[in-house]
């Protein structure tokens, strides 16, 4: 079994080690030695023997790893990974066994956490380092760009283009044939009926930008 370990300490973290722990259920695959976080607020929560470092630690990290990044802010979570330089590491992909996954033309980039419960239908292309977590569904023709975050019972119906770094709030819908531009936020149960610019946060049904982000 190849050794995984997970980045980020806090709740979502504790939530892929049980994704984890369900993938060894049905087949061992993995051996999990634990978790990195730069907060060390969230050691609390673990076992203190399963807490490996920062993002330092991992990169001095000497022997094969691999590492998953339970982040769901996709900026932070693009700025941390950016930071790992260790030849090392490589990003896995971890599929959930009750995930309902079509056959024709799905890929799924490096890094991905598909969670429990999501159903992805036909063609469809996830960037990396994308989070779906409980209960997502994806349809058709659909394109995710990297780092995105979606939270649970988020629906993304078909022909919908997500920019990268994209953040979807819990429960939220998002109709046919739209763009959603890189780097907004769509806030918990909104219902996206148009196209969406890049840099927002947009709330409400239908969902409307009530303010643009500078970085």
């Not at 330092?56 to 094969?64: D, F, G, Q, R, V």
């Not at 590491?89 to 956490?113: A, R």
């Not at 995710?144 to 920019?163: H, L, R």
């Not at 918990?188 to 009926?193: L, Y």
Request: aromatic fraction near 8%; include cysteine.
């Amino acid at each position: 079994m190849k050794k995984i370990a997970i980045f980020g300490a806090g709740g979502f973290g504790r939530e892929v080690k049980w994704l984890i722990d369900d993938i060894n259920e049905k087949k061992q695959t993995w051996d999990f030695i634990g978790y990195f976080d730069d907060d060390f607020s969230h050691v609390r929560n673990i076992d203190d023997r399963h807490f490996l470092g920062g993002t330092s630690a991992l990169n001095e990290w000497k022997e094969s790893l691999q590492i998953v990044f339970a982040i769901g802010n996709p900026l932070v979570k693009r700025k941390i990974i950016q930071q790992v330089k260790n030849p090392l590491v490589e990003f896995p992909t971890l599929v959930h066994p009750s995930v309902c996954k079509g056959k024709t033309n799905i890929t799924l980039g490096e890094g991905c956490i598909i969670c429990a419960g999501n159903i992805l239908t036909v063609d469809i292309q996830v960037g990396r380092h994308v989070i779906l977590n409980l209960a997502c569904t994806v349809g058709h023709d659909t394109i995710i760009g990297d780092y995105a975050s979606f939270m649970p019972a988020v629906n993304i119906s078909g022909e919908v283009e997500i920019g990268e770094a994209v953040y979807v709030g819990t429960g939220a819908k998002i109709i046919n044939q739209l763009n959603i531009g890189e780097e907004t936020i769509i806030g918990a149960g909104a219902v996206v009926a148009k196209s969406l610019p890049a840099k927002c946060t947009a709330v409400g049904i239908p969902a409307k930008p009530v303010k643009f982000h500078t970085y």
